[in-house]
C-alpha cells in the first residue's frame, strides 16, 4: 500500500479550501483513494490555517501526523506545520518559504507563474496543476474541472485558469522525472464513481432521510454547515429553515413545530446546547420530539470555536432539569453519520424523546469516499395519531407511549404544558398522579433499551486487549490497529452512547485490559461506562489540544502502555 | 358559535377574586365565538405566570411552554400549520422581559399570530416585584426605594420595529377590548395587543381609578396607518391612548413567505419524504 499525505498551509483567505475543494475531486476522478481535513483558527483573514490530502490506493478515512509534502502558502506555514515534517518532506513553493527547510525542497513561484497565465489570482490553479501532476493525473480532467468550477465565470478567466493549471502541471510532470520521486501510487477504477462528502453532508442529507422538514438554529461553529446545508435545499425538500435569534429560540422553535407535526431539528455546539438546555427538559416534559445536531468544539465557554474535542459527552447525558428518557448518538463511521442521523428522527418520534447526534470539527469538516447511500431499505413511519373528541395527550399507557395528537388533525384537543400535567395536558398538582405520570416517562426507557445500537468489535474475538472508542475517533483508532498488527488487541466502536448497550459489561470483563481512547481530557466515556456497569476502565489515552488524534500518536501511546507493561 | 363551545366545565382557577384576568378570559371566549373559530383549530400558546394559565381555562389546543418562549413556538407552530389560529398569550413580565429578545424579532418575522400581553405593571405569580412595565417609584419588596428603570414601552418598540399591528386595550372596558381583538385575530400578520388590566393583590397603585383616570380612545378621527402619529401617541405617558395604534398595510406574514409553501400548500405533518429526490442529491456527489 502507498499512502501519501499532502499539508497545504497559509492565511485564512488565501484559498487553501479552494485547492482542497478542486483537488479532491480530482483525485477521486483521477482513480485514487483520498480523505481530507482541515484545521484553522477562528479568524477571516491571516493566521496559520492547513488541510490535509491523503492520497492512497487503498481506501484512507483518517487524519496521519506525517507529511509527505508541504505546499506552504506564506513564511509561517512551516513553523506552523514544523511538528510533522521531517527532513524528507517534500517542500513545494516560494523560494523563501521553504529554503533551507528540508532535503527536498523544490521552488515553484505559484503567483509569478500566475501572472504569467493572465492574473496573480490564478496561483491556487497552479498550485492544483502542480500537485496533479506530479501524480499523474491526466491533464483533461484537471481541465474539465477547471472549466466546471469556474463555470459562472467568464470565458477570459476560464482559459486564464486552465492555462494557469496547465503551467502547474507541466512543471509537475517535470519534477518528479527530474527528482526521480515515485509515489508508487495505483489508481483504481471503482473509487471514480465514489460518493465525495463531508461529515456535515451526511449529517444533513441523514435529516433529510429522515424526514426533517423544519431546522431553527442559531450559526455556531462547527454546527452551522447543517444549517447551511439545508436551507439551501429548502426548495427541494419544502423545509423550513430559519435562523433563530438565539439558541434558545431556536429549540423552542422546534418544540412549537414539533408539536404542530413537522420533524424538527436544530444544530448547535457547546455554548448553544448550554442555551438550548431548559429547553431540552421541555421537551422532556411536553414528550415532544426533537432532534439535536450538537457539533463539539473544545470548551469552556468560547474555548477554541473552529477545532475540535469530545469534551461534551456527560453534559448532553446530563443536560436539563429533572429526569426524563433521551438518546444519544455518536457516529464515527460514515454509513453510521447518515443512517444515525436519520433514524434519530425515527426515533424521536417513536419514543417521543430528544435524540442527540454528537458530531465533532474533526468529522463535519473531513471529506470522506463513501460508495454509495442505500436508500432502498428506509421506510419512515407515522408516529401520530387522528384524535378523536375524548383524546387525551397523556394517556396512561402500559409501556409509557402515549398517542401522540397533532393539533388541527382529528376532533380533539392536543394539550400539552411545561408544568406538571394531568392526562388532558392541563397543570396538576395531584401528587399521587405526578408520580404516575414520571414513571410513564420513564417507562419509555424501556423500550428504548431494546433498540440500541450495538457497538461493534474490530479484531480478534479472542483479544487480551481491548481499546474503546466512541464518535469520530473510529477511523483513526481502527486504522492504527491496523497498522499494530497486534493480534491481541481488538476494538470496540460505539455508535450509541446512551442508553448504553447491555453487552458493555460482557465485552469489558472479558478483557486482560482495557483502553479508552477519548478526545477529551477527563476519560467521560470510560465515567459513564463506569457508571452504567461498575467496571473501571484501565487506562486512558485523551487528547484535548484541539486536534483531532492522529493515526502515528495512536500508535505511539498504545506501544507505551504495552511497554510498561512488560517492564 | 356559541361561547359555550370554549368552556371547560367545573375547574378550579388561579386567579386571585377580582382579578382582570377573568374579564379578559371572558372576552377573548365572547371573541373566539364570535370569529367562528373552532377550538380545534386554536392553538394557545403561553409562557409562565399567571396570565400564562389563561390556555388552560378555555377549550382549545394548547401550548403552554417555558417562562418568556411563548413566540418562538408560535411562530414555528403556525409556520408548519398555516390552517391554525394561533394566540400567544402570557404576561408582562413574560413576553416583555423574559422573552425580551423574542418579542422584537418575532417582530420583525411577522407570523400571522396574535400576540394578548396582559400588562398589570407587575410580578403576579412570584408575588410583586416590578415587571418591565412597572412605573419609576413604584415600591415591592424587591425595590424596596422604588422602581428606578424607566419602564419599557411596547408599543414604541413594536411601532420602531415596524410591526404589523400594534393596539392597546383595557380589560375592564369590555365592549371595546373585544373590538380590538377580533381585528388583532382578523389582521393578518403579526399582531399587538397590550392589554392593561388591575392585578388587585400585588399592585394597589395602578388600581381600577388610576387605569380609568389615565387612560383615553384613539378617537375615530385617528388614523392607524400614520406611522409617525402613531409614535407620538405610544410615547405618550401622561395618559395612555387606548385603540388600534398601528396597522403596516405593506408587511406579509412570516409563513406566507416560506419557500416549503410554494409549490405544496399542505401542513407539514402532511407531507413526506421525496426519497428520489434524495436519491438525487447524494448522485449529486459522485461528481
Redo the contacts between chains.
Keep these: 500500500m502507498s499512502d501519501v499525505s499532502i499539508v497545504i498551509c497559509g492565511e485564512a483567505g488565501q484559498g487553501i479550501q479552494t485547492v482542497e475543494k478542486i483537488l479532491t ?1 480530482i483525485l477521486k476522478t483521477a482513480g485514487y483513494y483520498i480523505f481530507s481535513s482541515t484545521e484553522f483558527m477562528s479568524r477571516i483573514r491571516g493566521g496559520s490555517n492547513s488541510t490535509e490530502i491523503r492520497i492512497s490506493d487503498v481506501p484512507v478515512n483518517s487524519f496521519v501526523e506525517k507529511t509527505d509534502m508541504l505546499i506552504p502558502f506564506d513564511s509561517k506555514a512551516v513553523e506552523h506545520v514544523k511538528w510533522r515534517i521531517d527532513k524528507d518532506t517534500i517542500m513545494i513553493g516560494k523560494k523563501e518559504f521553504i529554503e533551507g527547510k528540508s532535503k527536498r525542497t523544490f521552488e515553484v513561484p505559484f503567483s509569478k507563474l500566475a501572472e504569467e497565465a493572465g492574473s496573480k489570482l490564478y496561483a491556487n490553479t497552479v498550485t492544483v496543476g502542480v500537485i496533479a501532476g506530479m501524480l499523474e493525473v491526466d491533464f483533461s480532467t484537471v481541465e474539465s474541472f477547471i472549466r ?1 468550477f469556474f463555470r459562472k465565470k467568464d470565458e477570459k478567466i476560464i482559459d486564464g485558469n486552465i492555462k494557469a493549471g496547465r503551467k502547474g502541471y507541466e512543471i509537475g510532470e517535470k519534477l518528479i522525472k527530474e527528482n526521480k520521486i515515485d509515489f508508487n501510487l495505483k489508481k483504481s477504477e471503482e473509487v471514480k ?5 463531508s461529515g456535515t ?1 451526511l449529517v444533513s ?1 441523514g435529516a ?4 426533517c ?2 431546522i ?1 438554529s442559531y450559526p455556531m461553529s462547527p454546527s452551522t454547515g447543517v444549517l447551511t446545508f439545508l436551507s439551501k ?8 429553515a ?1 435562523q ?3 439558541e ?3 429549540i ?6 414539533s ?6 431539528m436544530v444544530t448547535t455546539s457547546g455554548g448553544g446546547f448550554a442555551l438550548m438546555v ?2 431540552l427538559s ?1 421537551a422532556g416534559i ?1 414528550e415532544t420530539p426533537v432532534v439535536i445536531h450538537l457539533a463539539q468544539r473544545p470548551g469552556p465557554a468560547t474555548g477554541l470555536p473552529t477545532r475540535t474535542e469530545q469534551g461534551d459527552l456527560l453534559f448532553a447525558l446530563f443536560a436539563g432539569h429533572g429526569e426524563f428518557p433521551r438518546i444519544i448518538f455518536a457516529p464515527g463511521k460514515t454509513e453510521d453519520v447518515f443512517n444515525l442521523s436519520r433514524k434519530a428522527f425515527e426515533l424521536a418520534d417513536k419514543f417521543q424523546v430528544p435524540v442527540i447526534i454528537m458530531t465533532d470539527q474533526y468529522l463535519l469538516d473531513s471529506s470522506f469516499l463513501v460508495p ?2 442505500d ?1 432502498s431499505k ?1 421506510r ?1 413511519e407515522e408516529y ?1 395519531v387522528k384524535t378523536d373528541k375524548n383524546y387525551k395527550r397523556y394517556r396512561l399507557t402500559e409501556d409509557g407511549i402515549s398517542p401522540r395528537g ?14 406538571e400535567h394531568d392526562e388532558e ?3 396538576t398538582e395531584d401528587l399521587d398522579f405526578r408520580t404516575k405520570i414520571v414513571d410513564k416517562r420513564l417507562r419509555k426507557l424501556d423500550l428504548i433499551k431494546k433498540e440500541i445500537e450495538p457497538p461493534e468489535l474490530i479484531g480478534n474475538k479472542n483479544y487480551k486487549i481491548l481499546v474503546i472508542g466512541w464518535g469520530s475517533t473510529y477511523y483513526c483508532i481502527k486504522e492504527a490497529l491496523e497498522k499494530l498488527e497486534d493480534n491481541q488487541t481488538a476494538f470496540l466502536y460505539y455508535k450509541q452512547v446512551y442508553p448504553l448497550h447491555p453487552d458493555t459489561k460482557k465485552y469489558l470483563t472479558k478483557a486482560e485490559k482495557t483502553i479508552v481512547i477519548e478526545n477529551n481530557a477527563t476519560g467521560q466515556f470510560a465515567k459513564l461506562i463506569k457508571m452504567e456497569t461498575g467496571v473501571n476502565i484501565d487506562k486512558p489515552i485523551l487528547k484535548y489540544n484541539g486536534l483531532p488524534f492522529g493515526v502515528e500518536e495512536i500508535i505511539r501511546e498504545l506501544k507505551a502502555i504495552k511497554r510498561k507493561e512488560a517492564k | 358559535m356559541d361561547a359555550k363551545i370554549y368552556e371547560m366545565g367545573k375547574i378550579d382557577i388561579a386567579w386571585c377574586p377580582g382579578c382582570g384576568n377573568f374579564s379578559i378570559l371572558k372576552i377573548l371566549k365572547d371573541t373566539l365565538s364570535e370569529l367562528d373559530i373552532a377550538p380545534e383549530k386554536l392553538v394557545m400558546v403561553s409562557g409562565i405566570g399567571q396570565a400564562a394559565k389563561t390556555p388552560h381555562y378555555l377549550r382549545a389546543n394548547v401550548f403552554n411552554g417555558l417562562h418568556g418562549r411563548a413566540l418562538p413556538a408560535a411562530t414555528a407552530i403556525k409556520a408548519v400549520n398555516r390552517d391554525l389560529v394561533v394566540i400567544a398569550e402570557s404576561g408582562d413580565g413574560d413576553m416583555y422581559g423574559e422573552g425580551g429578545n423574542h418579542f422584537i424579532h418575532t417582530i420583525r418575522r411577522n407570523p400571522d399570530i396574535t400576540n394578548i400581553v396582559h400588562n398589570n405593571m407587575v410580578y403576579g405569580l412570584t408575588k410583586g416585584q416590578a415587571s418591565p412595565t412597572s412605573l419609576k417609584g413604584f415600591k415591592t419588596p424587591v425595590q424596596v426605594n422604588g422602581v428606578i428603570l424607566e419602564p419599557f414601552n411596547p408599543l414604541a418598540v413594536a411601532i420602531g420595529l415596524g410591526a404589523s399591528f400594534v393596539s392597546r386595550a383595557y380589560s375592564d372596558d369590555m365592549k371595546e377590548t373585544k373590538e380590538i381583538i377580533k381585528k388583532a385575530i382578523q389582521h393578518k400578520g403579526y399582531a399587538l395587543v397590550d392589554l392593561l388590566h388591575p392585578c388587585v393583590t400585588f399592585n394597589r397603585f395602578n388600581d381600577r381609578k388610576w387605569f380609568k383616570e389615565n387612560t383615553y380612545y384613539l378617537g375615530e378621527e385617528y388614523d392607524p396607518t400614520d406611522r409617525n402619529e402613531a409614535f407620538k401617541r405610544a410615547i405618550q405617558t401622561d395618559k395612555l391612548p387606548l385603540g388600534i395604534f398601528y396597522i403596516n398595510k405593506e408587511s406579509m406574514p412570516f409563513e406566507e413567505k416560506l419557500t416549503a409553501y410554494k409549490k405544496n400548500k399542505k401542513p407539514m405533518f402532511e407531507r413526506e419524504v421525496d426519497f428520489q429526490k434524495l436519491s438525487n442529491l447524494i448522485e449529486s456527489k459522485r461528481k
Design positions: 475531486s466546471n464513481d465514489y460518493l465525495l462528502v453532508d442529507m433529510i432521510g429522515g424526514g422538514n423544519f431553527s435545499q429548502q426548495e427541494e425538500f419544502e423545509i423550513i430559519e433563530a435569534e438565539s434558545i429560540s431556536a423552542n422553535m422546534a418544540l412549537g413545530a408539536y404542530a407535526g413537522a420533524r424538527a431548559e429547553g421541555l411536553l454509495s447511500i436508500l428506509i419512515n401520530f397533532i393539533p388541527g388533525y382529528g376532533e380533539g384537543l392536543v394539550v400539552v404544558d411545561s408544568d395536558g392541563h397543570i
